[in-house]
Structures are given as C-alpha cells and as structure tokens.
C-alpha cells in the first residue's frame, strides 16, 4: 500500500487537561474548539496556510470554533501539524478525511503555492488511484464523508479507476502483496490472466456498501468487456457475504416481524434495499447466473418482504432456466410467517405459468414453404438452402423446448411429493400445479401417483368428489407395473381409478402374452359392463395400449411391492369395500329420487356375489379359457 510522508519536524502535540497544546518556546496565541475539543497553537503557522482561518480572525476576532469540521479531531491534527512542519503520513486509509479537512480550512495555492490541497491531489491521482487495493479502500472511506467526497469527485475516481482495471489486462493492474484473495504482485502476467478469467475482483469489490457497490459493477458492466457470467459470478459472491442467511426458520422470521424495535426495522430495509439492488444487476443473458441462485434470492426476497416487482422479475429470469433447478430448490417459504402453508405454492405456479409462456413461443416444428419449395431440388437456389438451415436451427431449439419441459414435469411431481405432506395445502392448489405441465410431458404417470398418495393420506378427511378430482390428473396407462400394484390395493382411491388400473394392466398383461392381440372378447360380461359404466371401452383396443418405458423415478420414488399381500387376498376385499361405498350412495341416490335407477348403479349389481374370484381370473396372465368358470 502506498503511503506519502509530509514535513520533517517531531510531533510536539500533547494533552494538559482538556486541553491540546504545542510543545514551543513561544506561548500560545490562537484558541481553537473542533467537535468539544480545545486547541492552543499559534496563529502564525496556521494562518499562513489556512485561508478559512485568516478571514475569520479578520472578520470575526473572537470567533474559535469551527462547526461541523470533516473528520473530526484527527483530520484537523493532520493539518495543524501540517502547517507546523511536523511529520504526517498520508495513505489510502485517511487521504479522503485529509482532503476534505483540507478543503474545509482551504489551504489552497491561493494562500501558499504547494499547499496541503495540492500535495494530496498529486499524491491521489498519481499513486492512490493507480493501485488496485488503494482504490478500493479510498472508496470505502469516502463512505464517512459523502457529500465532500462528492464536490471534490473523489469517488467518481476512485469507480473509474476501480472499472478500468477490471476491464484492463491484469498485468497492467498494479496490485498489492496484501491485495487479493486471488492474485498477489508476484504472480506471472499467465497466472494473472487465468485468475482473471474466473474474476479475481469479485471477492475485493464485495467489501463495497452496496451504493458505492451498485454504481462501481453499472461502471463495470458499462465497459462492455466483462463476460455476463462473471458479473454474475460477482453478483453471488456479494450475495453471499451481505444478505442473511436463508435457512431461518419461520419462528425467526415471525420475531422480526413482529418485533416494534426501529434498529430492527432499520437493519431488514437495509438488507431489501440490498436484495432489490442486487436484482437490478443481474445481467440479462440467460446463463449470467444459475437458476439456484435466482431461487435463493427469491426465497430472499419472501423473508424480506421485497417489492412485487422484484418477485416478478425473479420469477420470470427463474422460468427461462426452470429446467435447472432441483425440488429442495422450490421450497420457497412463505411471505408470512402467519400463513398456515408450509411453502409459497403461488410463487412456484407463477414460475410455471411464465415457463409455459416462453415455452409458447419456441419456433414451430414444421418448415416454413413458399414459391421456392415447389421448385424442382437441383434448381435450388442458396436462399432455399438458407430456409433449410434455419428450418433445422427451428427443429433444435424447438428440440430442446420439448426437452427441457420434460424435465420440469419431472421437477414438478417431485416438488408435489414433497408439499403433499403439507396438511394446510388447499386441494385446488395442488390440483393446479397437477395440471400446469403438458400431458406430454409426463412420459409416466409413477411420480405423480406417489405425490397423489401422499396427498391423500395427509388428507384423510376428504370427501368422494374431492378424491375424484384429484385422480382426474392421472392417467392409468402410463403407470409402472409397481404402480398399479400399489393403486389396486390402495384404499384412498375412488373406485374408478382402482377398475381403470386393473383393465390397463390386463390389457397390457395379454398383449404381451398374445404377440400384441388384445383378446377383450375374453373378458365377462359383467366386468364390460362395469367398464362401459366407467366410460371405458372394453373393445377398443388402443385404449388399452400401453407403452413400456423405464421409469425417471430416482430409487427413492420407485413403489416397493415386497411388503403388498397378494392381490388375490386383499384386492378382493378393496374392491367389495368401495363397491359396497359406491352401492350405498347410489341406494341413497334412489331412494331420493323416487326408486329410479342408475345406470351405474345396475352395473355394480351386475358384480358376482364373489368378487374375489373375478378378479383373480381377471388379474390372470396364462389361464385358458377353460378355468374361467
């Protein structure tokens, strides 16, 4: 760091009671008062550097205090000693209270050529601001003095030599031994290149309050040569050092809401202006920042109570990369503490809806044809080969579209796993989530079944029509073998849901024993029946049909069936409980108007006496027609 030092005479400053003095043969003539501290020196010295000084003993003799003095006591002594010879060091640590204090008592080259105002603004431009570290610190002590410091243009300065070594080739940065984290003075020109590349200022500059902060990355970022993922790697280290950590748990967060104390108060404006500062930052490119750091200052931004807008644009910049984030990364809480709801669903919905939006306006899959395309191909011309070239540019973006919506499906179901759990989670909501995600983008149905599950044994205290609902999401066919396993025992169903899985498993069960004939003239009479009572066509054949696929499910979402009993002994007994629920409604149903009955109702009558059997044989994979009865 470098450092100026000024006259040659010893310190003679000392203290006698409240009183500061000058050791000297001669008697003091001159009392000054600087922030209640009294000062015995002589005029003489003073005064032939300090033009302030000259014309108050002229205009006002009796005038010895000096109001609100830059710098306090320290900054005068500065001077004082100045003017008497004695020896001063200057440094990047006290330049700017020197230099306002200076500029306060004007000491000028009016009054004496090469006066104090001079020697600093030399020793500022031509060492201060050509070193890296004495840059930064000088910024930050401008801190103290603002409105001075911005008169004298000191922090203008000391952000445009900041900005030009960032945009500069790091073997021009002069850098101090106690500079970097990163890079010191010894380092060689290829190291410093390296060390560039990954922005070695970001962790330097994050020491910076987030004005000066805020106007230092606009200059930085002004220049133009800075790629965006540093800037954003910038962004997240600052992030990281100033904001408060995210993990809070909503009794902390309540506390401060709730607390009346204006230090308090004080401190959470401080860190939102900080957040909202750090949003408008963010660069504009796609990958400047990863889609985990967005979701953290999201999740930032519900703790502080950030601006809507500010959420907004969080929300959106989160959508054109959703396909990064992970289900831990969703787990936004809530913007009150006082809500019931473990996690702010609505911030998420918003994320999926801006998703779909942009996903809306990927370029169409089929090519674009005009007078050209009719022409015959060895006549074509380098314009249409030019339409091809961008037909097929069309077909990879939309390629990854497609792409990237498949994995957000997959996030989706397991971030509906995890809020399942949530027993204060409206059904409306977790339906609408449900159902945000294109139907084909689900290649299966596993992950969705599992968070309905959980849904449901959350909420115990669901109605028919309610569990109905929920179950309109799924789609029997593209459930796992696991999965219809488990759906077929599971006593949370509606009924429909349970027949709709044993067909699709049968289905699927005799096309694979019948090289792909589905033999649906095999099935009863009486199971058509309660099919076509559940609009389902038992003679239509793709219906039926099943795609095999491997399921995205990680180990810890696959269905375990080890632990089921047979479906012969407790299938049996599922099915008679929802047949005898669904029979007592329907006799309800009846009975209220006026003995008619039901379609539906007949087709449940339909059902042996012994369901056990019929469904066994219906659950049969290599059983002739022979055994049926």
């Known amino acids: 760091m470098k450092f100026m030092k000024l006259g040659s005479r010893p310190d003679t400053f000392y203290t006698s009671e409240d009183l500061r003095c000058v050791s000297s043969e001669v008697s003091s003539d001159y009392t000054i008062e600087i922030s209640g501290s009294r000062y015995h020196l002589h005029k003489f010295p003073l005064l032939s550097k300090c033009l302030r000084l000259q014309r108050m003993c002229s205009e006002s003799p009796e005038s010895n205090q000096l109001p609100d003095f830059p710098g306090g006591v320290e900054a005068f002594e500065l001077c004082a000693k100045y003017c008497y010879g004695m020896t001063i060091t200057i440094s990047a640590y006290n330049i700017v209270a020197a230099r306002c204090a200076a500029e306060y008592l004007q000491m000028s080259e ?79 020109s290829s190291n410093r290149a390296a060390a560039a590349s990954r922005g070695w200022w970001a ?66 404006s401080k860190h939102r202006l900080l957040l909202e500062s750090i949003i408008s930052l963010l660069p504009a490119e796609k990958a400047a920042v990863s889609c985990s750091f967005l979701l953290k200052l999201l999740k930032a931004a519900n703790i502080l109570n950030a601006s809507s807008s500010s959420k907004m644009e969080l929300a959106r910049r989160v959508a054109l990369q959703l396909e990064e984030a992970t289900v831990s990364d969703l787990l936004i809480p809530p913007t009150s503490y006082k809500s019931e709801m473990l996690y702010d ?49 069309s077909r990879r973006s939309s390629s990854a579209s497609h792409s990237s919506k498949l994995k957000v499906a997959k996030l989706v179901d397991g971030y509906l796993q995890q809020i399942a ?20 983008s689900r290649l299966d149905h596993d992950d969705l079944y599992r968070a309905i599950d959980i849904y449901l044994k959350a909420h115990k205290n669901l109605n028919k029509s309610e569990r109905k609902r929920i179950c309109r999401v799924l789609d029997c066919k593209k459930l796992s073998m696991e999965a219809c396993m488990h759906a077929a ?41 309660l099919l076509a009572a559940h609009n389902i ?16 499910a990680g180990p810890e979402d696959q269905w375990s069936v080890s632990g089921l009993k047979s479906p012969k002994s407790k299938l049996s007994g599922t099915l008679r409980s ?13 009975n209220q108007g006026g003995g008619r009955t039901p379609s539906r109702f007949k087709a449940f009558c339909a059902i042996p006496g012994r369901p056990k059997k019929m469904f066994s044989k219906f659950l049969s994979i290599n059983r002739n027609s022979n055994d049926k009865n």
């Open 110 to 188: 009016e009054v004496e050529k090469g006066n104090l105002v001079y020697k600093l603004e030399v020793f500022l431009n031509t060492c201060i601001l050509n070193g890296w570290r004495d840059s930064i610190v000088t910024l930050h002590t401008t801190k103290a003095f603002p409105l001075w410091s911005e008169d004298l243009a000191i922090t203008s300065r000391c952000i445009e030599a900041i900005a030009s070594k960032v945009l500069s080739h790091p073997s021009k940065v002069s850098l101090s031994h106690s500079h970097s984290r990163r890079v010191r003075d010894d380092d060689t």
């Open 537 to 552: 066509d038992p003679s239509n054949p793709s219906a039926a049909a099943f795609s095999t696929t491997t399921s995205m």
């Open 421 to 440: 759990r949530d027993v204060s989670l409206p059904l409306s909501k977790f339906v609408s989530l449900a159902e945000s995600v294109p139907e084909f």
């Open 345 to 393: 669903v609505d911030v998420v919905a918003t994320i999926l809806e801006q998703f779909m939006i942009l996903g809306q306006t990927s370029p169409p899959t089929s090519p674009l044809r005009g007078k050209k395309g009719m022409m015959d191909r060895r006549q074509r011309s380098r314009s249409a080969e030019n339409i091809d070239l961008e037909f097929q540019e």
């Open 203 to 268: 962790e330097d500059i994050a020491e910076l309050g987030i004005d000066l902060y805020w106007r230092t990355m606009i200059a930085i970022k002004s220049g133009g040569k800075v790629p965006s993922s540093l800037i954003g790697d910038a962004l997240r280290v600052y992030a990281s050092k100033w904001l408060p950590s995210l993990q809070r748990n909503r009794k902390q967060v309540g506390k401060k809401e709730d607390s009346d104390s204006d230090s308090e108060s004080d401190v959470s």
């Open 489 to 529: 025992q599971n006593e949370m169903l509606p009924l429909r849901v349970v027949v709709q899985v044993l067909f699709y498993e049968q289905a699927r069960a005799a096309a694979a024993t019948n090289n792909g004939e589905v033999k649906m003239t095999e099935l009863p009479s009486n199971i058509k029946a």
């Open 578 to 590: 929802k047949l005898a629920e669904d029979e007592e409604i329907d006799e309800r149903f009846m």
